[in-house]
Every structure is written in C-alpha cells, then in structure tokens.
C-alpha cells in the first residue's frame, strides 16, 4: 500500500513540475495578448451603420447593416486599409450572406425573405433594391441592372458578358411567393429576353 501511495505521489510530483512551465509561460502569454489587443484598438476601428429600413422592411424580416473596418499604421505606411461587410441581424444571431461562387443556390437569402413579401410587378423594383443593397455591383462595372419576369421565374440582371447575362434567378408560385433563389453565371437563351 506504501508503494502504490508513494508512486501517486511522484507521478503528482512529476507532473506538478511538468505543467508549471506551461503555466509561466501562458502567463507571459496573457501580457502578450493584451499588447496586441491594446495595438488593434489603437490601429483600427470598427463602424457599424444600419441600412436602412425603409429599403429592406417591405422584403426581409430582419435588419441589415454594413460593417467598416479601417486599419491603418500597419508595416508603418500611413496608408488605410478598409474592409467593408454587409451582414443580417436575425435577432438571435449575426450573419453574413451567402458568397456567389459561380452558379450558386440561395436558400439563406430566401430564409430572410418575409413570409408575407410576393414578388409582383409592383413589388420587384423593391427586391432591386435590396439586391443592391446585400449584393452591390462593384463600383467598376458598367450598370447593366434590369428585371423581367418570364415562364414563372424573375431575372434581375448583374452582369452581362458579350450576350451572356448572369444574375439572379427568383422562381415563384401564381401568387408571387418566393419559391427558390439562385445566382446564375449564364441564362439560357430561352430565359433571356
């Protein structure tokens, strides 16, 4: 019983002188966290602004907001570096919108839609809108933004190369309730007015 009591012991031991170095060292870890946090206060800031609600209200649930992040003094350059962000705020959790990587399903973005929103005549220069709001054209790019219904799917145009249009694709039901939404890189002809 001795024995087995004495190797507790030393494995205690062992182990004790083990992880003190480790503990040192997330201490002197600790400090250096704090430099660098002080240095990203002092070298960045955050902006958040709300877009505004009157343009998004009658189309998404929840509010929408662009984040701008300056960063400046890095490598010593005087220049800024500026990140921008555009984000959704369900009430419950902060997110940002799918990333179009080629033909890309939508299904976050039609999550946000409201329940009550139809896709009419009317109400499609507003979901334009809002496109352009949560999905800016670059400002480099020519406007090649239009609209069309055609076969039970809205078309808004984003981008056209050489008589390829690419955009989003919006299917609905007979009453204008958002069934499905996609970004297309190329519309068949048939689809294209």
Known sequence: MTQIHTSLVHKTLWA?????PLATFSQRDGSAINRLDQFMRESSTTTYRE???????????YAVYHITQETKNLYGSKDTDINRMIVID?????NSFEQIRGDTDLPKFKSYIREDFRLTEQTAVYFQGVLDLTYPL????????EFF?????????????????????VTVDAEGKILSICYKMKWDQQESR
């Open 51 to 61: 877009v505004s609600p009157d343009s998004t209200a009658q189309v998404l649930k």
């Open 16 to 20: 004790t002188l083990l992880f003190l």
């Open 138 to 145: 670059p400002s480099w790019k020519p406007d090649k933004r």
């Open 90 to 94: 369900t009430g419950e959790k902060v």
């Open 149 to 169: 219904f055609t076969n039970g799917k809205w078309y808004f145009l984003r981008d056209a190369y050489f008589r390829t249009k690419q955009g989003f694709e």
